[in-house]
């Protein structure tokens, strides 16, 4: 399995940037997909995810109303629009793959079975 995170880079706040995740080797629409972020010194921690067995999408609150999860099954690839983008935002972005998620699991690191490399977000003001 592979999880190829992109399209990361910099930008200003109050901007806005779209980052992929092309996924191989796992039957995509059979996995929620989700995203997670990592400051520096600080622990991993949930942004977004859309499931698969019962179609929800959760977000942290810190990101609700301004980043937008999708996924398109047909090519295998889930996308994270952020828009309005924060200092705080700074960060490397994680894809990541969980066989099955629902409510509070999803935002967890341990319920995911897959993870990407990552893709830098940096945000400047």
């Known amino acids: 399995v592979q999880l190829q995170a992109s399209g990361g880079g910099l930008v200003q706040a109050g901007g806005s940037l779209r980052l992929s995740c092309a996924a191989s080797g796992l039957t995509f629409s059979r996995y929620a997909m989700g995203w997670f972020r990592q400051a520096p010194g600080k622990e991993r921690e949930f942004v977004a995810t859309a499931g698969w067995s019962d179609g929800r999408i959760y977000y942290a609150d810190s990101v609700e109303g301004r980043f937008t999860i999708s996924r398109d099954n047909a090519k295998n690839t889930e996308y994270l629009q952020m828009n309005s983008v924060k200092d705080e935002d700074t960060a490397v972005y994680y894809c990541?793959?969980?066989?099955?998620?629902?409510?509070?699991?999803?935002?967890?690191?341990?319920?995911?079975?897959?993870w990407g490399r990552g893709t830098q977000v940096t945000v400047s003001s």
């Open positions: 990541a793959a969980a066989t099955y998620c629902s409510g509070y699991g999803c935002y967890k690191t341990a319920s995911y079975n897959y």
